[in-house]
């Protein structure tokens, strides 16, 4: 089975200021992993995937994110953050192989204030 | 415009009642999911289903029941609500058919509330 941990339940931020929301998963296949944002009474929509190849992936609205192996991590980032982005992010992991479902992070609120 | 729909938007229920909340999709994903989304819990997994005809248990399915009878509907059901059964319930999708789930996509939830 796998798990997913977002170390952080909110993080506050100034506007144009950077940002990193942590996550760390435990698996003993390899997987694929994702980020997912979510604004205010909306549904998810995805930001980023990493499925294979290099570990730095860029996906929307300037946010990237790098695959880590050794540390079973997969952080995001961003170098300057705007009120828009305020959101909860959710990171989520699955089995790369077949049929697997999600196993999503409990979220990390971003609050980004000027 | 292709994407996942639920209805209803949001329900006031009393506790004992039957409920369905209906998903559909129309982009003729083969997997499709349901999820409960609680504050501090993030979204658990319900039910599932690769493809139609089939449904899989998730992490959290007692009190909750689902049908695949086509590709596009996913239905959810509470055969007799309780008030732990409060939450806001997404429904997503995904073409798993080349072997991984890739993205998921969301509907845009129903927030039910069990009195």
């Known amino acids: 089975a796998q798990s997913v941990t977002q170390l952080d339940s909110q993080v506050p931020v100034f506007e144009e200021a950077p940002v990193e929301l942590r996550c760390n998963y435990s698996?003993?296949?390899?997987?694929?992993l994702f980020w997912y944002v979510q604004y205010p009474n909306q549904g998810l929509q995805l930001l980023l995937k990493y499925l294979s190849g290099s570990t730095l992936v860029k996906g929307i609205n300037g946010f990237e994110a790098e695959f880590n192996k050794s540390q079973t991590s997969f952080h995001l980032r961003k170098p300057s953050v705007h009120i828009s982005d305020t959101a909860e992010y959710f990171c989520?992991?699955?089995?790369?192989?077949?049929?697997?479902?999600?196993?999503f992070g409990k979220g990390t609120m971003l609050l980004v204030s000027p | 415009i292709a994407g996942i729909t639920q209805a209803p938007t949001s329900q006031i229920l009393a506790a004992g009642r039957r409920m369905t909340l209906r998903c559909t999709q129309d982009m003729r994903h083969n997997a499709m999911y349901w999820y409960r989304q609680d504050l501090g819990l993030g979204l658990r997994l319900i039910h599932y289903?690769?493809?139609?005809?089939?449904?899989g248990k998730g992490e959290v399915p007692d009190g909750y029941s689902v049908s695949r009878a086509n590709t596009d509907d996913f239905p959810l059901t509470l055969a007799s609500a309780v008030p732990s059964q409060t939450s806001v319930y997404f429904c997503a999708s995904s073409d798993s058919s080349a072997g991984g789930p890739y993205e998921q996509f969301f509907g845009p939830g129903t927030r039910l509330t069990v009195l």
């Open positions: 698996s003993s296949v390899s997987v694929y």
């Open positions: 289903s690769n493809t139609a005809g089939t449904t």
């Open positions: 989520a992991v699955s089995r790369n192989s077949g049929y697997s479902t999600l196993t």
